[in-house]
């Protein structure tokens, strides 16, 4: 596959799931000025399930979801629904956290991948979504 050919795939649907609304106006943004994507924004885990019947390509998810003072689902407890409602939706793991435990932990949970909230984690989430559409083109 040439990258002529990926940048004219159409209807590439992503979910990004943050409860932090710069990062979903930054991710969104980033990807929307793409060609082939469309994004739906969620702030919510619950909000996320709610939609699977949309079919996504992809969920982009936070790890810390709600801001701790709620009981909103966690990024871990939202992965592990999505894996039962439908395991073939591959998930990549946004945060802050560094520690290889955690990061193990999401993996084993069924996570694709785990983007580390860093100045530059929107280039590697880039990387990480156009990898994950290369590889189901090949």
Do not use: W
């Amino acid at each position: 596959m040439t990258e002529t050919d990926f940048r004219n795939m159409k209807n590439k649907l992503i979910f990004f799931v943050d409860d932090d609304k710069m990062m979903l106006d930054l991710m969104e943004y980033t990807f929307k000025c793409r060609d082939g994507f469309e994004v739906k924004s969620f702030f919510s885990g619950e909000e996320c399930l709610k939609n699977l019947h949309l079919n996504p390509n992809v969920i982009v998810l936070d790890y810390y979801l709600g801001g701790g003072e709620t009981e909103a689902m966690s990024g871990l407890e939202t992965l592990i629904k999505i894996n039962e409602v439908n395991n073939s939706i591959p998930v990549i793991i946004l945060s802050r956290e560094k520690s290889k435990e955690l990061i193990d932990q999401f993996i084993l949970s069924g996570a694709k991948k785990y983007v580390i909230k860093d100045d530059y984690f929107i280039d590697t989430l880039i990387e990480a979504i156009d990898s994950h559409f290369m590889e189901i083109q090949d």
